[in-house]
Nanobody, 126 residues
Framework: QVQLVESGGGLVQPGGSLRLSCAASGFTLDGYSIGWFRQAPGKEREGVTCINTRVGFSRFIDSVMGRFTISRHNAKNTVDLQMERLQPEDTALYYC???????????????????WGQGTQVTVSP
């Protein structure tokens, strides 16, 4: 059974850091594009970053560029999201998603993804 499970969320003060992990079971992430999305209350789900695990290509939205990094760990079958200098506007439920993507990039549109985790809450507050 294909499953994605996010972990690592929590409460952090502005300027702090968190590391989220997306663990896959039932399939290997190699060859998939993995995206991290977030949804704040009252807002639409937003693609934050993605990585094409086959070629290592990654992309970020402007608001997290230079603060977030995405990395794959084949041995653990995980993709991690390291978040630095967190701000209150980063507060959201964060999801990871996966799709078998044949191109050399990765999509940031939610509709392009096939498998989804249940999400992990990130709250940035003093």
């Amino acid at each position: 059974q294909v499953q994605l499970v996010e972990s690592g969320g929590g409460l952090v003060q502005p300027g702090g850091s968190l590391r989220l992990s997306c663990a896959a079971s039932g399939f290997t992430l190699d060859g998939y594009s993995i995206g991290w999305f977030r949804q704040a209350p009252g807002k639409e789900r937003e693609g934050v970053t993605c990585i094409n695990t086959r070629v290592g290509f990654s992309r970020f939205i402007d608001s997290v560029m230079g603060r977030f990094t995405i990395s794959r760990h084949n041995a653990k079958n995980t993709v991690d999201l390291q978040m630095e200098r967190l701000q209150p506007e980063d507060t959201a439920l964060y999801y990871c998603a996966a799709v078998k993507f044949a191109e050399f990039s990765c999509p940031l549109a939610a509709n392009d993804y096939e498998y989804w985790g249940q999400g992990t809450q990130v709250t940035v507050s003093p």
